[in-house]
């Protein structure tokens, strides 16, 4: 069986955030847009039996990093979205509403299999549904997402390396290895871990953030 998994979120809020100057129907509609055209391109190409949708929820992570019994006082994804204005918080409030709107409509009207659960994000999903599909190799599973975190299950490691995955960026249609997403995360401004790429292996992707 060969599986095209999406992790929908993350285009459709790329997407969103890319063109956050119009008002929030045309952002909205450029995000379902673009999301749709992404997986039309995929299954073009790679003609799956199934085709996976994947949707965030709220992390267990924000939960827990929020908690006294977190190890880190660094919130998790702490930064991001402080400085929206009042107004801009409304937008993307309804931006969320219409998001859920359309994992509905694929969930009720298409046969595509949409994955969301209540404190996991769409990679834990992702990861899940490879370590049960793809831990026998016999299911093929093409991953769509431009996470980098999903590296974690193509890197080699105890029964952690399935050859039958492989991932690709939503945008750019590049596949993502492990080596080009360690290159890239070391490129990445906001990292500010200094050290040799040599000793880099794929746990560094436990704590790289």
């Known amino acids: 069986m060969k599986y095209l998994t999406f992790d929908i979120s993350n285009v459709l809020y790329r997407t969103f955030f ?4 119009h008002d929030v129907d045309t952002s909205t509609g450029l995000a379902h847009h673009t999301a749709l055209m992404s997986m039309n391109k995929f299954f073009k190409k790679f003609r799956p039996d199934k ?7 709220h992390s267990w992570r924000k939960t827990y990093t929020a908690s006294e019994e977190a190890l880190t006082a660094k919130k998790y994804k702490g930064n991001r979205r402080l400085k929206m204005t009042p107004k801009e918080q409304e937008k993307f409030d309804r931006f ?18 949409c994955l969301g659960r209540d404190e996991l994000e769409a990679d834990d999903l992702i990861a899940g549904f490879s370590e049960a599909y793809g831990e026998d190799g016999e299911d093929e599973i093409i991953v769509v997402s431009r996470d980098r975190d999903l590296a974690q299950i193509l890197g080699k490691g105890k029964d952690r390396f399935f050859p039958n995955i492989i991932q690709f960026d939503p945008f750019t249609g590049k596949e993502i290895t492990i080596e080009s997403a360690i290159r890239d995360c070391l490129k990445d401004k906001n990292n500010k871990i200094n050290i040799p790429p040599e000793m880099i292996n794929v746990d560094f992707f436990l704590w790289c953030k």
């Not at 890319?18 to 100057?21: G, I, L, P, R």
């Not at 085709?51 to 929820?57: A, E, I, K, L, S």
């Open 18 to 21: 890319a063109n956050k100057q």
């Open 51 to 57: 085709v996976v949708m994947t949707f965030d929820r």
């Open 96 to 113: 969320k509403e219409h998001i859920n709107e359309f994992e509905e409509l694929m969930r009720v009207n298409t046969s595509v299999i």
